[in-house]
């Protein structure tokens, strides 16, 4: 199923002078970059795949339009969510942030964060060359914000003395990479996988000898082979959340969806 | 409504609904006579592990999956000429899902879900889906025109048609091929909800009113109709998923019509 | 002389280890009307499966219209089933059941014509369900449904019709009717008939040859003769006492008299 | 006197909107063999179906050993179906299928014992099926098939016994072993018995009564006497001349003599 | 395989994949004989409707999930008196999966792994696991002992068993409902696939070589055995995902006994 949820935005001016250019992607954290960047010179929507089970896989006919009507695309990969193509009209435009096949999470890190920024930017500085200053300016802006918060975290997690974790999913990786933790083990290597339990007693093995002193797993995980780590190495979950949501208090943007991360593995480790 | 035609993805799910409706209406008689219904649900899961196959081999999944479903539809087909095809479907079931994790956990990289890609809603249809359909469907009705009668034969009296010389197993094993050729490219347009509920629904409806296999499939293929237009209607005015919503209006008018039928004798 | 529609010479038939069938000869010849008699057990079934082509043999020879009977032109070959099996609940009329015997002859791609519909309301007036013609098949009585077969079965106008307990189910009357229909066509369309029955008495009267079979064939006469009583006792037993043939009631007096 | 076992009075029972039955009229009395025939879709099975509580009737009053049909203790009533429609291919063998029969006698919560299975076994050998009773069921021929659900019904041991065209692919040595089982059973255990049978001649020569049905019970007579052949006419329509009435071969003539 | 045994999760994998193994060997002759392959398959689609009624409603969907596949079965169960089960699981199974996307679609913001509520791994069975499942096969096997041969009797002849006074549909439907409640219970345990392959595949293998339905039920918890624990050793050897690994041998095991049985026929 894909959820999709209409950002609200205040129509100010367009592309070209007619109706403002529709912008639409599959998840919020980037949608959420692009109206940063935008701003108001463009409609910013977003489409999640909350649950990308193949029974499942159905937009209502107003999200169908939705995305119908948008005249730009940006996408993570095509792996990840070129499914939004078919959707689309024949002339919309279609970017993707990532290019070769490879683990898509890239929101989820300050460094790709940052990438992902300057890419945005140069895709409307080609459509809309006329407000490329304006472009520049907000990309910019953002970007060091961005920065700020990983560098105050990079800080606080340095004086971290433990700082193995083991991960559900692969979907911290890079964000582990940003913030120099050590991944011991991942528990499901990639979607639709299964442990085996070579693998299983393998990442037992590497954190009995090593320490782990947090698993990180999205939030409402009920699998039991959780229940085996933290039994085994006696450490707690670390419930994250990999998409946010605008309507929670503490993850209603991109970047407070990466400090409501970054805290709660923070708050995990210093104890 | 008529603004929605607008839309191309309206216009091309509506003309996708009115052939799935017609062509699925048609195969449901043989799916509920023969008992075939796990076969949309078996064949729809082996895609599963076909696509695993397609991501280990770097081959493209929907080639890999279409061969990997029509291997699993001949396996069936051969093993249900002797035991019944329930089993088989499900022991296949279970062996294709095992061998799509097997081999997903052979590739060492990132596994993307790549399912989304491989399942298909009634929104997403394409100009070329369509063609695709039509040929399909045209593919289809020649077949049964040309053998209609002995199809027929077979499924009423498999001994009889046996000692006559009719090469019933030769026509029964097309039958299941057909079926999973239908079954594995139309998940990949519809999704498996909506290709098992056009499948099994209409004849389950039919056959509780008629008593003559014409009229049931003729009618299987106008209450098909009938399901989609106003699961899409209604789906749109309450914007619900419009598949879920075709689905669960046919399987209202199932059990509505099993509950009359019942009161009535 | 033209070949025989049947032959059959030496023929064993096993059921894994078991042998069910030994030392069978036989011939049915063009237009003859042969019965097969004997115990329940006895092999009648399963021989008629071997000529049908539908259960392998393990030593003899079986001609059926001068081949093989896995590769003879079973469009020539009309089946009845001892147990009908048809699926449950299929919805179709008492017509088009019948109509299905022409399906072989019609051949693939072709359509039932006028002449195949003639065949077949022809058939169903010939067991007198006409007027049920278009009743749907599963409302019908046992009887009723078993005369729908037979009817499918004439229909067919085989060069040999292989009728397993025909007259299974059917009342008096159509019994009757049943077999004088099958003598008439006989002569009519120059088939042979192949039948297993249980009714000793009226099939002797009317049939060419009688098969007593009992794992193998003990007597194969002509009608007409009764049986010799030591090959029934072969056959059916030593209880055969009770079997009285009177040349006037031919065996059809299964009790004792009163 | 005691209550009949069956009582049946202005029954009339319809499928959809069709009459199949009407003006029904039967008492079947403790002990006593009646046995229906009549044209084959006269009614006979619906009849017995509703007797056993499986079919509803429109009109009139039915008592089954005091009881309304559907509140009979069914443990008392044995039944063989006409066409038997058990799970295809079920792995069980012979002597298990018969001792079925005893489970509804048996009740909830227990376990066959030794005096079932004494039975069980009995009743195979009065079908003389004690000798296969290891065979799956499946292995068997039509008549060792229904020899077997025959011995089934008889271990039962029921206070009525509904046997729906019991002798169906019987061989002429069980059939005739068959019917005298009947009567000793009866006299043993004092049960009813109400049979359907399309064999005229043999089962008028042993039964206590004889109802001729189509639609209606045209004759409700006592066995031993003849049926009159008005009657006989009105049930099986005009073709009936055929049926020879001689009183030393009663009923069992179906050819023209020869 | 010995070291395995230090950890909990290993122990307590072996002990809940031998009760399994004898439970669903059991129940495998009557999903084989009465045709319910597809029950399994089925319910555990059923419990996605169920996760996500829970979600929308804000309850446990774990909860809801059983409640919603028990109900799921019973309409199974009620229909399939009259007609045949297979269309009826087929439309339930599209129906309910419907609902669950309806349901998800009014669901406007949450983040939920949804399909972690619904797939299990033996890997994963808990200490309180184990009491559920001997429980639940004290339960099951209190039940058949006591109906055991009124079960069978309706298996094997339901017409007579009703002329018979058994209560034919009462019994039917119990048994309906308790493979429900076995199916729904053991896939949030030890997942989908397998729950199918431990109830489809022994009594598929053993019926082709057993005549009487005795030995097929003693043999086929047998079975179960042997492909649990060879499949198990296996994966672990050859570094694959247990469960897949199990149902692989067993799938093998199936089609290399189909082939054998039909060389000796
Ligand atoms: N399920 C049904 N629906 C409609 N009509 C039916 C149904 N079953 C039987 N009939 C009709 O009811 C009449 C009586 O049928 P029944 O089976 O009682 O006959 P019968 O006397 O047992 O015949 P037979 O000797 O052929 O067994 C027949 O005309 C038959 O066509
Ligand atoms: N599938 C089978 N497997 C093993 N044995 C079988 C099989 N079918 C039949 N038999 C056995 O073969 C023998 C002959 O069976 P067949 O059915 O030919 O007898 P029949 O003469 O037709 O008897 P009936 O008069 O009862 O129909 C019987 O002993 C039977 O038990
Ligand atoms: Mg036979
Ligand atoms: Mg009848
Ligand atoms: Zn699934």
């Known amino acids: 199923m894909k959820k999709l949820i209409i950002y609200p935005l205040i129509i100010l001016f367009a592309f070209g002078g007619f109706a403002k250019t529709k912008v639409v992607t599959s998840i919020f954290p980037i949608a959420d970059i692009v109206s940063n960047i935008v701003k108001d010179k463009a409609d910013v929507k977003y489409v999640i795949p909350v649950n990308a089970n193949p029974h499942t896989f159905e937009p209502t006919p107003e999200q169908a339009k939705i995305i119908a009507q948008a005249d730009v695309f940006i996408g993570v990969s095509k792996q990840f969510d070129g499914w939004i193509e078919k959707f689309l009209k024949k002339d919309a435009k279609k970017y993707y942030l990532q290019r070769r096949p490879a683990n898509p999470h890239i929101w989820l890190s300050f460094i790709w964060g940052n990438q992902i920024i300057s890419n945005i930017k140069l895709i409307f500085m080609k459509l809309d060359p006329k407000n490329k200053k304006f472009y520049t300016a907000n990309a910019i802006k953002y970007s060091r914000e961005l920065s700020e918060i990983h560098k105050v975290y990079f800080a606080k997690f340095k004086s971290l003395k433990t700082k193995n974790v083991i991960q559900y999913h692969p979907a911290w990786e890079y964000l582990a990479k940003d913030l120099k933790l050590n991944i011991i083990g991942t528990i499901y290597t990639g979607e639709s996988k299964r442990v085996s339990i070579a693998h299983l007693t393998s990442i037992l093995k590497i954190g009995k000898k090593r320490g782990a002193d947090a698993l990180l797993c999205r939030l409402n995980t009920k699998d039991k082979v959780i229940d085996i780590y933290e039994r085994e190495l006696k450490l707690k979950r670390v419930e994250l959340d990999p998409i946010g949501d605008p309507k929670s208090k503490d993850r209603n943007s991109y970047i407070n969806l990466l400090i409501y991360n970054c805290e709660k593995i923070y708050q995990a480790l210093n104890q | ?265 | 002389m033209s070949l025989p529609y049947i032959f059959i010479e030496d023929l064993e038939v096993k059921y894994g280890n078991k042998v069910v069938l030994e030392d069978i000869f036989l011939k049915v010849e063009k237009g003859e009307i042969v019965s097969i008699v004997g115990p329940n057990g006895g092999g009648k079934t399963t021989l008629l499966k071997v000529i049908l082509g539908l259960k392998d043999y393990s030593k003899g020879t079986i001609k059926v219209l001068g081949k093989n009977p896995k590769e003879v032109d079973k469009k020539e070959i009309g089946y009845l089933p001892q147990r009908e099996e048809t699926a449950k609940n299929f919805p179709i009329s008492v017509f088009e059941t019948v109509l299905m015997g022409r399906y072989p002859k019609i051949g693939l791609f072709r359509k039932p014509g006028e002449k195949d519909k003639e065949i077949a309301l022809e058939s169903l007036k010939l067991v007198k369900m006409d007027h049920l013609k278009d009743e749907n098949i599963n409302k019908l009585s046992g009887g009723q449904r078993q005369r729908v077969f037979i009817a499918r079965a004439l229909a067919m106008e085989p060069k040999i019709l292989i009728l397993d307990e025909p007259s299974t189910g059917l009342d008096i009357v159509a019994q009757e009717d049943f077999y004088k229909i099958l003598v008439e066509i006989r002569n009519k369309k120059e088939m042979s008939i192949i039948m297993v029955s249980h009714d000793i008495g009226v099939v002797s009267t009317f049939v060419d040859k009688i098969a007593c079979l009992n794992k193998t064939i003990h007597y194969h006469g002509k009608s007409g003769t009764p049986i010799p009583k030591d090959v029934l006792e072969k056959v059916f037993g030593s209880n055969i006492q009770i079997l009285v043939h009177d040349p006037h009631c031919k065996g059809c007096h299964r009790g004792e008299h009163d």
């Open chain 2, 1 to 265: 409504m008529i603004e929605l035609l607008q839309f191309e993805f309206a216009k091309n799910a509506l003309i996708a609904g009115t052939i799935i409706s017609i062509l699925f209406g048609f195969l449901s008689f043989f799916i509920v006579m023969k008992k075939l219904s796990f076969l949309t649900v078996g064949i729809s899961h082996a895609a599963f592990g076909g696509v695993a196959l397609g991501i280990l081999l770097g081959l493209n999944p929907y080639i890999t999956a279409i061969f990997f479903c029509l291997l699993t539809g001949y396996l069936i087909a051969i093993h249900g000429e002797k035991s019944e095809y329930d089993s088989v479907i499900g022991i296949l079931f279970a062996f294709t899902m095992a061998l799509g994790v097997i081999f997903l956990s052979l590739k060492k990289d990132y596994t993307f879900d790549i399912m989304s890609y491989l399942f298909g809603t009634i929104l997403g249809i394409t100009k070329s889906d369509l063609f695709l359909l039509i040929g399909l469907m045209i593919g289809v009705f020649i077949i049964f025109y040309l053998f209609f009668k002995e199809i027929i034969f077979i499924t009423f009296d498999k001994n009889v048609a046996m000692a006559s010389g009719l090469p019933v197993n030769l026509f029964e094993n097309l039958i299941i091929v057909i079926l999973t050729l239908v079954i594995v490219l139309s998940i990949k347009l519809i999704g498996i909800i909506l290709v098992s509920a056009f499948l099994i629904i209409p004849a389950a409806i039919t056959i509780l009113f008629f008593d003559n296999y014409k009229k049931i499939i003729f009618f299987s293929m106008l209450i098909n109709l009938v399901i989609f237009y106003s699961g899409f209607f209604l789906s749109y005015k309450l914007n619900l998923p419009s598949g879920a919503t075709v689905v669960s209006i046919g399987a209202l008018l199932y059990f509505a019509s099993a509950l009359f039928a019942g009161k009535k004798n």
